[in-house]
């Protein structure tokens, strides 16, 4: 079965270091990937997606994020988080035979401390 | 700048009672989804609609959930009897629904429904 793991469960970091979550995802076929954040009390919010290209995407709010097909990997970044950056973070692939489905991971929740 | 709106936004009821979630996608969009988000479960997608038909609704409890699309405007979720079971936050989003030749298809969510069955 598809699956989408985020092995980061709960992040927390100071304002100023670097952020990497990972992803990885299990299927067999071609996938677009997706990243969407979720600030507390509000919606998810697409970040940054992965159609075909460039394996290295660039989101809004200075995230990016790699695709490393042979790791089936999609990890997110960032160079310096803000405390504006905490929030939950989730991973979704969508297999290029049913786009329509998104399987989401579990997500990540990510504390910045000022 | 163009949204997917959910009502209503908090919902606190009696376990028995029934719920009715509305949703209306983005304009122009043509597929619809509807997500329960609980902390012990995640994000699961319930069913979703293409062109207003149900596609899957294999992660809903058939028994006392339903969901259907009167119109392209409007896309329901509803919960008879609900039970505490149920508490959590529906998110609809909605999508282009663009597959050929490549899918571009993106999901765009709304702000969600927060039930809480006592």
């Known amino acids: 079965a598809q699956s989408v793991s985020q092995h980061n469960h709960h992040v927390i970091l100071s304002e100023a270091a670097s952020l990497e979550l990972g992803c990885n995802y299990s299927?067999?076929?071609?996938?677009?990937l997706f990243w969407y954040v979720q600030y507390p009390g509000q919606h998810l919010q697409l970040l940054l997606k992965y159609f075909s290209g460039d394996p290295l995407v660039k989101g809004i709010k200075g995230f990016e994020a790699e695709f490393i097909k042979s790791k089936f990997s999609f990890n997110l970044r960032k160079p310096s988080v803000q405390w504006s950056d905490t929030a939950e973070y989730f991973c979704a692939v969508s297999p290029l035979d049913n786009t329509d489905k998104l399987i989401f991971g579990t997500g990540t929740r990510l504390q910045v401390f000022p | 700048d163009a949204r997917v709106t959910q009502t209503p936004r908090h919902k606190v009821t009696e376990m028995g009672q029934e719920v009715t979630m509305r949703c209306q996608p983005i304009l122009g969009h043509n597929t619809v989804f509807w997500y329960r988000q609980t902390m012990m479960q995640g994000l699961e997608l319930l069913a979703y609609f293409r062109n207003r038909a149900p596609l899957d609704d294999s992660g809903m409890p058939k028994d006392r959930f339903s969901a259907e699309m009167p119109d392209a405007t409007l896309a329901t979720l509803k919960i008879q009897p609900s039970e505490p079971r149920d508490s959590a936050v529906y998110f609809c989003?909605?999508?282009?629904?663009?597959?050929?030749?490549?899918?571009?298809?993106?999901?765009?969510f709304g702000p969600g429904t927060r039930l809480t069955v006592l």
């Open positions: 299927y067999g076929g071609t996938v677009n």
């Open positions: 989003a909605s999508g282009s629904g663009q597959r050929a030749p490549v899918s571009t298809d993106t999901q765009y």
